[in-house]
């Protein structure tokens, strides 16, 4: 459980960078409550001037920016990949089975009686080997996949071997058993891998689609950090600034989706790059004039 737990947690820095805008919204709107409710935002407001706090305004501007930047860059895709190798072992560790009451047993092929056993490590091992007759004691075990196999890697222990063309026993240091199963899923690199440079270096159109998803969102998002401080800073609300902020984030909601349908036209090459920007720039204008005449006219 604490192992899907951790794995899960990898994945979240990629699900901050899509919902970046929604939650600098978010956040605005908490603060501006929080400050509202203890008055502390009109003494703020009586004070601040863009002049007088240029600097305050700049380091903040580029701290979310840089925060943006790093986590979709770098951190996402780092501990995206981390994430998918993880998750990958577990989907495939729950193909094999798992272990019950100190035994596992393996497609009818291995038996395993054990001590003790810690994520794939197994102590105080005894196996049987039904399809080639081999009965297996050693100190511990571990199951690795490697490719399209199985690998079962018993370590210090004998090996007794009884069947027809074969009687023996033999002591070892190291003894592998593989178990090919063509149900193993192997990893395959998708968006989330790469950051935006190296997107727009791949052959393949949906890689290189996203990378320019992804310019298109910085911009967004820079619109968004502008529109939040100034709704912060400025805005003078005469009704609940609840409303004010639901406006918003629906305008956001109905950007992003226009955007999600001109990335669907661009993978289906019924759009040229050229007018997926065109569309874009343009109602995100449109949307920043409404915003700022509803904030001088609300």
Known sequence: MFTVIGTTMLVLPSFISPLMPFLLILASFFLNYKFTQSNEIFILKQYFSIKKNL??????????LTFYFINNEYLSVKL???????????????????P????????EQVSIFFQKQKNNNFHGVEAIIYNEGQFIRSDNAKIE?????????????ERIILNENEKSKT????????????DIEE???????FNTLQLLKKNDQE???????????????????????????????KKNILGYYFFLFFLL?????????????LNNNNLLIFYYYLINFTILSIFTSIIFYKNENN
């Open 55 to 64: 600097y305050m305004f700049i380091l903040l501007f580029l701290s979310i």
């Open 80 to 98: 995206y990949e981390k994430y998918k190798v993880q998750e990958l072992e577990i989907r495939n560790n729950l193909k094999l089975g798992i």
């Open 100 to 107: 019950s009451k100190n035994e596992f047993h393996i497609e």
């Open 145 to 157: 996949i490697d490719k399209k196999d199985y690998n079962i890697i018993f370590n210090n222990g």
């Open 171 to 182: 002591i070892f240091n190291k003894f592998i058993y593989s178990i090919r199963d063509k």
């Open 187 to 193: 990893l395959t690199f998708d968006k989330e891998h």
């Open 207 to 237: 890689f290189y689609y996203q990378a320019h998803n992804r310019i298109y969102q910085y911009f967004l998002t820079i619109v968004i950090v502008l529109l939040s401080f100034k709704i912060f800073f400025f805005y003078v609300s």
């Open 253 to 265: 909601l109905i950007l992003q989706l226009i955007n999600s349908y001109l990335l669907f036209q």
